[in-house]
């Protein structure tokens, strides 16, 4: 297993196509796996964002930018797509590096980013304006417009996956972008930067700024001439930003947490369930918004099922995130760590009963990294803290549920609304529980699939709009309505007044 790589980042912030060393307070990029340093970076100040702003303000309305055709824009998505997939094996060694995923993973992510700036390209060039009924005297239409500056905060558990969401729509609509990725894990952002700068993007149109929420998260918010906000993270940063951004009527995406159900049924092929479960809850260590949290077993099978669930899960592969083998890799930080173990305490001081996991895993490996053993508990009732709170682990809480309309209620009965897994061999059934399942999202027979060409978002605590598919990229342009008389006519109300003058 080879762990030698030296083509980390330097720390250099991107801040309107030049590269330049932050002004900001320090942030430091820490490898997961072994708590060794990865890189200490000056983070972007207040001034830096500022000045990002007003270059980015200029670029944006440079004819030059924005007298582009869109099959014109869409040839820098094409070349940045090109960039990444010529350099999956240095990104994924970044984003490991700077998150503490598998190789595997990472690399698998590295390609989604490359197809979703490849997707937008080709939907910018092949999007069609409306031309909408005619009611009266005039040719109506519907054009779609950039929308000027657009900040995209996005968070460390899949950064360039997320980085590219956000940025290939908002560019394709021909917008400037300022990126912030989160401190816990600036490089692989900074990585893209170098990327899109190789690609020959205009200089001013994007920028990379890590640093605090509280400074240049707060400045993109509030600041007049940033027109949108796409923000993934925590609800609560969420609910914050929102009415921020409320104050001065600008719009916002919001894709926020999640504590979603999976749901087994009688006659679901039973071994198809089990790996769709471990994959749902226990990959990315649990670091997923979308993470399958809380299973719904039906009772019939309920004490033949779970105790194959355990054995299942006690054989996942907890290991280095540079072994092929390893199902499990560390978790971001050991501040996160922490968090999680003490969801875990807190639910057994609760009365949960612990079946697996629950602990630091033993052994040399583990001494250092952030680690933490696949976790279930079960003893528990929809309505107990550990069913309603997000812990973004590798925890699972595991319920039995009498009948659809139990477990439709039970599912239900949650703040979030983000997705949801169903496991049955009858699709009427799959169909009416999920159409009756408040969530964003619903996985029938597998779980965590994702197609760029297909909207993704959430319900209630889970956020606010859609990203992805052809319509994610009107997100990041403004609608106006274009009236042309065909009559050549004077308005009749004004005739009379005008005629003779």
């Not at 950039?146 to 969401?165: E, F, R």
């Not at 890799?329 to 999680?340: K, S, Y």
């Not at 949960?352 to 602990?359: D, H, S």
């Not at 976790?375 to 550990?386: E, K, M, Q, W």
Request: aromatic share 8%; proline share 5%.
């Amino acid at each position: 297993m080879d762990t030698t790589f030296d083509g980390m980042p330097d720390g250099r912030l991107y801040l309107a196509g030049d590269w330049r060393e932050g002004t900001g307070a320090e942030i430091t990029s820490v490898f997961p796996a072994d708590g060794s340093v990865n890189r200490v970076l000056k983070g972007a100040s207040r001034a830096d964002g500022e000045e990002a702003i007003a270059r980015a303000k200029a670029a944006q309305a440079d004819p030059a930018w924005l007298g582009l055709k869109p099959h014109e824009r869409a040839r820098y998505l094409y070349a940045i797509a090109d960039g990444i997939e010529a350099n999956i094996d240095r990104i994924s060694q970044i984003q490991t590096r700077d998150t503490g995923k598998t190789l595997r993973e990472t690399a698998a992510l590295a390609a989604s980013a490359a197809g979703t700036f490849r997707y937008f390209g080709a939907v910018v060039e092949t999007m069609d304006e409306d031309l909408t009924v005619q009611r009266g005297t005039a040719l109506t239409m519907s054009v779609h417009e950039p929308l000027g500056i657009v900040a995209a905060i996005t968070p460390w558990n899949s950064p360039i996956a997320s980085d590219a969401q956000k940025v290939a729509p908002a560019l394709a609509a021909g917008n400037a972008v300022i990126l912030k990725p989160a401190s816990w894990s600036p490089l692989t952002a900074l990585e893209l930067a170098r990327i899109v700068d190789a690609a020959g993007l205009p200089k001013g149109l994007f920028s990379v700024l890590p640093g605090s929420g509280r400074e240049i998260g707060n400045l993109l918010v509030e600041h007049p001439d940033i027109a949108r906000v796409s923000f993934t993270g925590g609800t609560t940063t969420g609910r914050a930003l929102a009415r921020q951004a409320a104050d001065k009527l600008m719009p916002v995406s919001l894709e926020l947490g999640g504590k979603s159900p999976t749901i087994v049924f009688e006659d679901a092929d039973q071994d198809q369930a089990l790996a769709g479960i471990l994959f749902g809850i226990f990959s990315s260590s649990g670091q997923s918004c979308i993470a399958g949290s809380r299973l719904f077993v039906q009772k019939s099978i309920y004490d033949s099922f779970v105790p194959r669930l355990v054995e299942a899960t006690k054989r996942l592969k907890v290991g280095h995130p540079f072994d092929a083998d390893t199902q499990v890799a560390p978790l971001i930080h050991m501040d996160h760590r922490a968090e999680v173990a003490d969801h875990v305490a807190r639910a057994i001081a609760d009365g949960a009963e612990l079946l697996c996991g629950g602990a630091i895993p033993e052994g040399d490996l583990y001494a250092k990294g952030s680690y933490y053993l696949p976790t279930i508990l079960a003893g528990v009732t929809n309505t107990d803290r550990i069913c309603r709170e997000e812990v973004f682990g590798p925890v699972l809480v595991v319920m039995p549920f009498e009948d659809e309309a139990d477990v439709i209620a039970q599912s239900n009965d949650n703040d979030y609304g983000l997705a949801c897994g169903l496991w049955t061999r009858d699709f009427p059934k799959a169909w009416r529980v999920g159409r009756a399942i408040r969530s964003g999202t619903i996985w029938h027979n597998t779980y965590k699939q994702f197609s760029i060409s297909t909207p993704f978002g959430g319900e209630d605590d889970s956020g606010v709009g859609r990203e992805k598919g052809r319509q994610g990229l009107r997100a990041y342009m403004a609608q106006k309505s274009f009236y042309t008389d065909l009559t050549g006519q004077m308005h009749p109300w004004a005739a009379a007044t005008v005629e003779g003058l």
